[in-house]
């Protein structure tokens, strides 16, 4: 049993200990998972609004069982690269989300000096780009750049988040694939080679030796690259992975030329490399699994033309990604023990939440997921819950259902209604 107070985890007892004047939530045979944690989503809010937004994200994160995001520092205008951009995204999330959120701060070419403030504002940590982001409003940035940034980010002792692909090895892909179909899935994977992953972290690693700073890789998606992270840790270098569960789910044979929806970078690959990823989380040279969450209004997906070249890349799963993740995971052998790891425990870690959200233990906030791991569902639009319904994961059979999440004690989200309201806060502290 789970004693909440308020809006805390007093205690965890046995049945019978229940206080005499507690009121009791049966939850019958669903499972209790802690309150997930997705610190990779793409909110856009302001200045993009119309691919997604706080009230829309929020709302799909509640569905799919999160209680808590972090906010990347792109997409949005203007990225979140001062203080003053901060505080213009915080006047725009201001009594519209469903589930707490925080902030990423973003490293661009020419804002080394707004780090340090930052990380003063309550940023969560940052993020840079090693290759073009693909969007206006945010700059990649090159290895020179990055060592004027990184004696202030260690300073900050806050984590640094990479898009870790290098231009390299993709222009000369690129180069090489001039004149190739752009609707087939094989030109736009072999344009982003496991090299480009590979030789960005390898340099992000000698970097992290150098600078003495918190690296955290996002999206991974090579397995190649897993035996140099092994090493990396073994050595005792404060280095962290994620993936994500397209990565998990989708394989590069089964994707249709033209199906733009799979679309994402780096790019989702072969059936082989996915299963190097399941046996990384096995042994834990991956730490989480979280949503890069990146929707954009239908028509930037291109979808009629199918031209993998034009169309945006980014993957929306947000109210998905629980049953995504959980449908792979059981047959693979995993327990939700794993999921909730993957999905909370280790997120909130990397935002600085370790002692408050992530997990159900005495003294952390009560966000909790009420989930029922036989049940299997169709993913339909209305079960997306994001601005735009489209997702590559539309029509799939998944196994898993969230009936309802709890943000602090209450239900933000209860059988497909969402009771609570804009209660999520901004976590700062
Ligand atoms: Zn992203």
Known sequence: M???????IRAVVPLGEVPRDAEVHDCGQAALLPGLVDSHVHINEPGRTEWEGFATATRAAAAGGYSMLVD????????TNSVAALEAKRRAAAGQCLVDWAAWGGVVHD??????????????????????????????????????????????????????????????ATERLAGADCR??????????????LAAIRMML??????SFRLHIVHLATGRALEELRAARAEGLAVSV?????????????????????????????????????????????????????????????????????????????SVALAVVWTEAERRG???????????????????????????????????????PEGVFEVTEERLHHRHGISPYLGEKLRGVVKATYLRGTAAFDEGRFPGGAAGREMRG
């Open 2 to 8: 789970v004693v909440v107070d308020g809006e805390k």
């Open 72 to 79: 990347m520092p792109l997409n949005c205008l203007p990225g």
């Open 111 to 172: 804002n080394q000096a707004d780090i340090e403030g930052l990380a003063a504002a309550g940023v969560r940590g940052f993020k840079c780009f090693l290759v073009h982001p693909g969007v206006d409003g945010f700059t990649m940035v090159n290895e020179r750049e990055l060592r004027a940034a990184l004696p202030h980010i260690a300073r900050t002792g806050l984590p640094l988040l990479v898009h870790a692909e290098l231009p390299g090895p993709i222009d000369a």
């Open 184 to 197: 087939r899935y094989g030109t736009y994977l072999e344009s982003r080679p496991d090299e480009a992953e």
């Open 206 to 211: 000698a970097l992290c030796r150098e600078f």
């Open 242 to 318: 994620e993936t994500c569960p397209h990565y998990l789910y989708l394989e590069a044979e089964n994707i249709p030329d033209g199906a733009t929806l799979c679309k994402c970078a780096p790019p989702v690959r072969g059936r082989e490399n996915r299963e190097k990823l399941w046996q990384g989380l096995r042994e834990g040279v991956l730490d989480m699994v979280v949503t890069d969450h990146s929707p954009c209004p239908p028509a930037m997906k291109r979808l009629e033309e199918g031209n993998f070249r034009t169309a945006w890349g980014g993957i929306a799963s947000l």
């Open 334 to 372: 995993f327990g939700l023990k794993d999921v909730a790891r993957w999905m909370a425990e280790g997120p909130a870690k990397l935002a600085g939440y370790g002692a408050r959200k992530g997990k159900i233990a005495a003294g952390y906030d009560a966000d909790l997921v009420v989930f029922d």
